[in-house]
T-cell receptor
Framework: EAGVAQSPRYKIIEKRQSVAFWCNPI?????LYWYQQILGQGPKLLIQ????????DSQLPKDRFSAERLKGVDSTLKIQPAKLEDSAVYLC?????FGQGSDNEQFFGPGTRLTVL | QKEVEQNSGPLSVPEGAIASLNCTYS??????FFWYRQYSGKSPELIMS????GDKEDGRFTAQLNKASQYVSLLIRDSQPSDSATYLC????????????FGTGTQLKVEL
């Protein structure tokens, strides 16, 4: 079974530029998550989708970050304009569904490492 | 107060020893508890989950949960150099769906 795919793996931009990340979840997984992991910290949930609807975006900086999952499969996360403090690894994860069942594990992709200069 | 707290380490143990990793959480409605392993430059990988008070064993790993003390731990027996990684504690809140709240992680170094 193919895992969660993300691209690009690395991105270097200057502050005030825009950037977009792409994620393809495991086939059949209805729930998709975007996390931000700053160096030395644990992942922080930015946004959670159930199919193509947003379940939780309470920690998404909406003035500069946006995300979509139009067809309920692939998702893109965009930052515009980027700030120095956005330098982090952006992790995408997916799970079968939204529930708290013991078999509803989140599987993580390899991440995109963003450096903002 | 942080929702999930861990000692950042590094925690150094000799090969073959028991490594003990600790995590406390602040929200009493926390329902499910997880330990993820993250190698440098890699994504988190689930190694243990625990839902009820007591111990849960899986191979060399034992997770311990004490909800009254709001404390969860991970023991790694017969530590190997390949266990050297950052261990992330994560919790799910009752009614919070499948959302995970992570601690900052504890770096473990297993020395030869």
């Amino acid at each position: 079974e193919a895992g969660v795919a993300q691209s690009p793996r690395y991105k270097i931009i200057e502050k005030r530029q825009s950037v977009a990340f792409w994620c393809n979840p495991i086939s059949g997984h209805a729930t998709l998550y975007w996390y931000q992991q700053i160096l030395g910290q644990g992942p922080k949930l930015l946004i959670q989708f159930q199919n193509n609807g947003v379940v939780d975006d309470s920690q998404l900086p909406k003035d500069r970050f946006s995300a979509e999952r139009l067809k309920g499969v692939d998702s893109t996360l965009k930052i515009q304009p980027a700030k120095l403090e956005d330098s982090a690894v952006y992790l995408c994860a997916s799970s079968l569904d939204f529930g708290q069942g013991s078999d509803n594990e989140q599987f993580f992709g390899p991440g995109t490492r963003l450096t903002v200069l | 107060q942080k929702e999930v707290e861990q000692n950042s380490g590094p925690l150094s143990v000799p090969e073959g020893a028991i490594a003990s990793l600790n995590c406390t959480y602040s929200d009493r409605v926390s329902q499910s508890f997880f330990w993820y392993r993250q190698y440098s430059g890699k994504s988190p990988e689930l190694i243990m989950s625990i839902y009820s008070n007591g111990d849960k064993e899986d191979g060399r790993f034992t997770a311990q949960l004490n909800k009254a003390s709001q404390y969860v731990s991970l023991l790694i027996r017969d530590s190997q150099p390949s266990d050297s990684a950052t261990y992330l504690c994560a919790v799910k809140l009752t009614g919070g769906g499948n959302k995970l709240t992570f601690g900052t992680g504890t770096q473990l170094k297993v020395e030869l």
